[in-house]
């Protein structure tokens, strides 16, 4: 049976370590978090948010910050804040319903995040729930176990921007029958508004039987938490094999070190339409290309998709399964956020900075292997970037 918990401020620094690294190189920049998690205690917080398994009578909702982590670089506290406050506004006055616990859309270091902050701003009406819905970070709302459920409606989805004025914001209030057209809709509002924005949707509330029950990966938040302490009290830096082990004894899901102490060597990325980051990473195992005997290329859409090594004929790791990032040389996990990779790979000389980078491979979450349609959902990803190959099986 899962347990409640009480989270401080240290506490989300140890969600947001953790969650770096398990986010599979998305759910947003791990540097980012930090900043805004520093700017919240310097705000004289000094709560603690109840988190606990959904109860199946509260009204709940997925909240969450969409779009191009590059297009959020440089988020603050405020920004959170704000689209938090307009999204929910919007959602909450087309549904009748006071929203009195959110849960994430994912794991990320800002994903994980941005519910937490929605509770600290109401001191005891709002928990969190333990979980969300895809054990890792995902490109789109179809890749996850609430696009899967059969109880739980994506719509209504409320989108804000991070505007204070309330005069001033710009907002959308979409309908769509599945999480895929939400996903078209929402990513064109998305890029309408800049690229990144704040979002509610996946109601949880008496209209529809309180359908989060049983729609979502339980325990993620708490196991993002416990990696996280064990990289920032760890008294020297973890390697990557013992951090993998670590993932496999906190998770429950299979986990091993497939690159271990390479250097970026090369980074090629753009914004999509749809607000989504695509790119190619590159590892080698020599800090200067030429002279590398063993080379990985990490295919990205925000997050992880597919790495192949030029010693193999088939991928290394293929989603839905996890390619997870973790640095020796930092003791940390980071994201494909600009400002996170800058630390391994300068863009302005073209070069490795001469920070290692650890590549852990993490086993899909049986329920999001599980929820119909998330498998075909990554296969249309994957054929996009150019895989026409078979699927994992679970």
Known sequence: MLSSYRYGINDFRSIAAGAAVLASGGGGSYLDALKILQQLDDSGWSGSIAIQPYDGTTPACVLAMMGSPDAGD???????????????????????????????????????????????????????????????????????????????????????????????VASALLSAPTAAQMETLAGGVVGGFGGFSGIALWPSNPSNHCGLTGSYIPGTLSQAWALGQLLLTAATTP?????????????????????????????????????????????????DPANSTHTHTIYNMNENLIMYSSQSAVPDTIAPDSICYYSESTGRGFSNASDDLAVYFDPVTGKSTGNTVSVIQVACAPQLYAAPGVLQSFASLLRSLGYAGAMPSN
């Open 74 to 168: 440089q988020l603050t506290l405020a920004d959170i804040q704000n689209s938090v406050v307009n999204t929910l506004a919007l959602l909450q006055a087309n549904t009748g319903c006071t929203v009195g616990c959110a849960i994430p859309v994912e794991i990320g270091a800002i994903n994980s995040l941005v519910p937490l902050i929605a509770a600290a701003m109401t001191p005891g009406s709002m928990y969190v729930v333990d979980g969300d819905g895809a054990g890792r970070a995902v490109p789109e709302l179809p890749q996850t176990t609430f696009g899967g459920s059969s109880t739980l409606p994506v719509s209504p989805c409320a989108l804000a921007t991070d505007v204070a004025d309330p005069s001033k």
């Open 239 to 287: 390697s990557t094999a013992s951090v993998a082990a670590s993932i496999a004894q906190i998770t429950g899901r299979a986990a091993s070190a497939t690159v271990t102490n390479f250097y970026i060597t090369a980074i090629s990325q753009s914004t999509t339409a749809a607000s989504l980051d695509a790119g190619v990473i590159r590892l080698d195992n020599t800090p």
